[in-house]
């Protein structure tokens, strides 16, 4: 048996920036057993695979798994697949319609198609979920999760805390830009404190002044075989929509650019849009861009 698959990175208009991934545009046949499999076999942040939607007004049903672990909801993987079902039915000259409508564990994620002239570039995608913020986490436990000190941790505006819109993860605003470079995953501190089941992973940002960009991020999954990821779509989204929660405005319209992945050299940049009414979050929104880099099949 034979088995297409296409692999892109996503949130980068440039080849070998952003994040990878690797769809399987026709998963009709696999068990999840094999899904993970594949996933591992590919050792990338995310592999997807699509399958027909159980509700023919979808796009598709979804499934997200990194090399350990079967995913929820996830914002790189929902961008890439997107972008590659839009670019396979425009070489077959079938029309794409938006929204693109995923099923997935955590619910129907909407996406819209970013357009350059009749050229696809990517997608923007609506979280699944509202955004709820869960528990505090300790400065010292974060501090030392990533190799950090507690004094690097800014606390001014939140404590690190859990925060998600289909994904949970935790979340650390650090002092400086170069703590944030120095930063660096210790896999038993999450064995210990930071369990796969409780949150995905840490992302530590840092405001940046650098023209054209808002935040720098990382992000850190050691347990579900992940690292460091170069750009993380629903981390992000949920980030935004924390900052916005805590703006003081009861209505809000906040972009922020955000990079990621700069110091791995995989250089990615994600656009995230919230709108904030009558003093709760509306509407979060994250996209970016996409490159097509390889085509080949699988022999199972």
Do not use: W
Not at 41 to 48: D, G, M, P, S, V
Not at 56 to 67: K, L, N
Not at 269 to 280: C, Q, S, T
């Amino acid at each position: 048996m034979q088995l297409n698959f296409v692999t892109v990175d996503v949130f980068t208009d440039q080849r070998f920036g952003g994040n990878p991934l690797a769809v399987v545009p026709d998963a009709r046949g696999l068990a999840a057993q094999q899904m993970q499999s594949i996933a591992a076999e590919f050792n990338l942040a995310e592999t997807t695979f699509v399958l027909p939607p159980k509700d023919p007004a979808h796009t598709a049903e979804v499934r997200i798994f990194t090399p350990r672990a079967e995913l929820p909801f996830a914002g790189h993987p929902n961008i890439g697949t997107a972008f590659v079902l839009a670019q396979r039915d425009s070489a077959s000259e079938r029309v794409v319609n938006d929204p693109i409508l995923f099923e997935e564990k955590a619910g129907l994620v909407r996406l819209d198609l970013i357009r350059d002239g009749t050229s696809v570039v990517g997608a923007r995608l609506t979280a699944p979920q509202p955004l709820v913020r869960g528990d505090d986490i300790a400065v010292d436990v974060v501090a030392a999760a990533c190799s950090l000190g507690a004094h690097d941790i800014e606390t001014v505006h939140h404590r690190p805390c859990i925060a998600s819109c289909g994904l949970p993860l935790v979340f650390a605003e650090l002092k400086t830009r170069s703590a944030l470079a120095a930063a660096q995953p210790q896999s038993e501190i999450f064995s210990e404190h930071l369990k796969a089941d409780r949150a995905t992973g840490v992302l530590l940002y840092a405001f940046d002044k650098e023209p054209g960009v808002d935040i720098q991020a990382r992000m850190f999954a050691p347990l579900y075989g992940v690292p460091e990821d170069p750009a993380t779509g629903s981390a992000n989204l949920a980030l935004a929509g924390l900052l916005a929660s805590l703006r003081p405005e009861t209505d809000l319209t906040l972009q922020l650019r955000i990079a990621q992945g700069v110091d791995m050299g995989r250089p990615s940049l994600l656009e995230a849009g919230v709108e904030k009414r009558n003093g709760r979050i509306t509407a979060m929104r994250i996209g970016g861009q996409c490159v097509a880099m390889m085509r080949g099949s699988l022999e199972l």
